[in-house]
Nanobody
């Protein structure tokens, strides 16, 4: 599976962005897809993950109510709609594919395939 993330950019606080992750590979729909982010000097964290049957499993507390993850298996794509962006959301965002157990769905070590990252910068 190869992943291509896009959609990042520079926005002002309160604005929105939509990130896209497009995958190649015939078994894409079988993978859990996670959006992770890493800010300078901070550890990488999972902000949203969605399992193969399209039911969102997890949102980080910091993004609940503002971010929404969705997948389109027909297009081999997963989207992260980010609304009401805050300066604290500034980070490099990565999509990843894996088959983690539910108990390990937040762990980046459980994801085998990673996109190249797209930068999100939110100015105050």
């Amino acid at each position: 599976v190869q992943l291509q993330a896009s959609g990042g950019g520079l926005v002002q606080a309160g604005e929105s962005l939509r990130l896209s992750c497009v995958a190649s590979g015939p078994t894409f729909s079988r993978y859990t897809i996670g959006w992770f982010r890493q800010a300078p000097g901070k550890e990488r964290e999972c902000v949203a993950c969605i399992r193969w049957y399209t039911h969102p499993i997890y949102y980080a507390d910091s993004v609940k109510g503002r971010f929404a993850i969705a997948r389109d298996n027909d297009k081999n794509a997963v989207y992260l709609q980010m609304n009401s962006l805050e300066p604290e959301d500034t980070a490099d965002y990565y999509c990843a594919a894996g088959r983690p157990n539910l108990s390990a769905i937040l762990s980046d070590s459980m994801y085998d395939y990673w996109g190249q990252g797209t930068q999100v910068t939110v100015s105050s």
